[in-house]
């Protein structure tokens, strides 16, 4: 298995629709990907601005003043003391990390990725770049022998799951078991809603109540896209295990994976900003308390979603139906398939639109149910 022999992109199965949708009298409402409308925050672009001399090029650890930022975030927001900046490293956004990273450990044909039953697409991508078997279990007692490597997503994409400290840790000692290395991906982590969510922090796998304090086979990758609305900027970093990051340090060197120095610059501004973070889960908050009762309104009900930046509904009927009736009010979401075999009958709605197109997405969902 290589790039050659990957599978067409699913998302282009969705341009029908997407046509469809744009015939609506007042234009297309796309809820369909998790792409950020918000402006960039001042802090960030004025921290751009300024390193705008970038002649030199980037190192691919990290500047100084990125690397301490890495570690008194997880520190200040993620409860994780004690990393080093060793134990740190910027990624040219997540997605590639998500997909190079069997091949950057040395996967190969006969190990194991595990990966959630529902799941951003690109894990198993991933797996299958380098010949590995893909198993999708949020279960660790189901996971085989022979995985190297195993994703857990908390908050989840596209189910906005949350895995507890309990739960992460029965996750981190069947890994350890295994000798698999453990990478979280908790890039939503900061956009908890519902239960104890609402009012308590989304846990990290690095976590000392889930590691007993140390960090040994296991990792946390965090994307700035999100929270700071740096998704153009592709912004993200890895924590954890000082031995894996140093063997992820050499292979990105020897192929010039490099943080542009200004991005560099800009992260560490919106690490170290916590107000601007506030205001866009504010204004997530706000478009999501207007479109959730309006989806269920029109006859879906919304599962998980305690967290994240998407409502994963169903109606009941195959997920390509669903649909074909929203697109005819002209909106338009991603299909369950899209997130593996387990959930044919869901789509997702993300938050990720203008105040004025996430009313008028409610506005038309209110009207299709009567």
């Not at 380098?130 to 994409?157: I, Y």
Request: charged fraction near 20%; hydrophobic fraction near 45%; include cysteine.
């Amino acid at each position: 298995m290589g790039v050659a022999d990957l599978a067409d992109y699913p998302w282009d199965a969705v341009i029908p629709f997407a046509e469809t949708a744009r015939r609506h009298p007042d234009g297309i409402v796309d809820l369909s990907v998790g792409s950020p409308v918000d402006a960039t925050p001042e802090v960030v672009a004025r921290a751009l601005a300024d390193a705008t001399d970038a002649h030199g090029y980037p190192q691919t650890i990290g500047t100084a003043p990125l690397r301490d930022a890495i570690v008194d975030w997880f520190a200040r927001r993620r409860g994780v003391p004690g990393l080093d900046v060793s134990q740190v490293l910027p990624t040219i956004g997540s997605k590639e990390l998500v997909a190079l990273l069997p091949l950057l450990l040395g996967l190969q044909s006969g190990d194991v990725v595990v990966h959630p039953e529902a799941a951003y697409p690109t894990y198993e991508v991933g797996a299958r770049l380098v010949g590995a078997t893909a198993v999708a279990s949020d279960d660790p007692s189901e996971w085989p022998a022979g995985t190297r490597l195993v994703w857990v997503n908390s908050p989840g994409n596209p189910d906005g799951r949350v895995w507890d400290a309990a739960a992460l840790r029965a996750a981190y000692l069947r890994a350890r078991e295994l000798g698999a290395l453990l990478v979280g991906d908790e890039c939503y982590a900061e956009l908890g809603w519902d239960g104890r969510w609402a009012s308590e922090p989304v846990p990290s796998v690095l976590d000392p109540s889930v590691t007993g304090g140390g960090f040994e086979g296991v990792l946390s990758v965090y994307s700035l896209s999100k929270q700071s609305n740096l998704a153009g900027y592709r912004a993200a970093f890895l924590a954890g295990d000082a031995d894996v990051v140093a063997r992820l340090v050499t292979a990105r060197k020897h192929l010039g994976l490099l943080v542009p120095a200004p991005v560099q610059r800009a992260m560490a501004a919106a690490l170290g900003d916590d107000a601007h973070v506030a205001e866009q889960k504010h204004r997530y908050r706000v478009r999501r308390d207007i479109l959730k009762p309006a989806i269920e309104a029109a006859g879906f009900r919304i599962d998980g979603s305690e967290a994240g930046l998407y409502l994963w509904a169903t109606e009941g009927r195959d997920a390509w139906e669903s649909l074909g009736r929203l697109a005819e009010v002209g909106i338009l979401v991603g299909p369950g398939h899209f997130y593996g075999p387990h959930f044919p009958q869901h789509v997702r709605f993300s938050l990720t639109a203008t105040d004025e197109r996430i009313a008028a997405a409610a506005s038309r969902l209110r009207a299709s149910s009567s």
